[in-house]
Nanobody, 123 residues
Framework: QVQLREFGGGLARVGDSLRLACAVS????????VGWFRQAPGKEREFVAT???????IYSDSVKGRFAVSRNIGNNEVYLQMNSLRPEDTAVYYC?????????????????WGQGTQVTVSP
């Protein structure tokens, strides 16, 4: 059974940095696409970032240049480094994993989801 569990959410102020981690069990991430989505209150789930198995990355325009997705094969973990945080980054962040080596930016591209971790950025 594949399970994803996020860590590292919490409170931050504008301009701060946070690093989210996602521990994956039940499947190696080596040949998978991994990534992150987020959902703010009253809004639809939104693509944040993804990393293909060849380590190519894709970012939403809203986080490009501020966030970075990465993986640690040895630990089977996925990370999201978030810098220069803004109030509009406040959301529940979800770690995702796809069977595909080159997954897309739609929620339907991802089979496995974590339970989510809250990130709140205050002015």
């Amino acid at each position: 059974q594949v399970q994803l569990r996020e860590f590292g959410g919490g409170l931050a102020r504008v301009g701060d940095s946070l690093r989210l981690a996602c521990a994956v069990s039940g499947r190696t991430i080596t040949a998978s696409t991994v990534g992150w989505f987020r959902q703010a209150p009253g809004k639809e789930r939104e693509f944040v970032a993804t990393e293909w198995s060849n380590l190519q990355t894709i970012y939403s325009d809203s986080v490009k240049g501020r966030f970075a997705v990465s993986r640690n094969i040895g630990n089977n973990e996925v990370y999201l480094q978030m810098n220069s945080l803004r109030p509009e980054d406040t959301a529940v962040y979800y770690c995702v994993l796809s069977h595909s080596r080159s997954g897309g930016t739609s929620p339907g591209d991802y089979v496995y989801w974590g339970q989510g971790t809250q990130v709140t950025v205050s002015p």
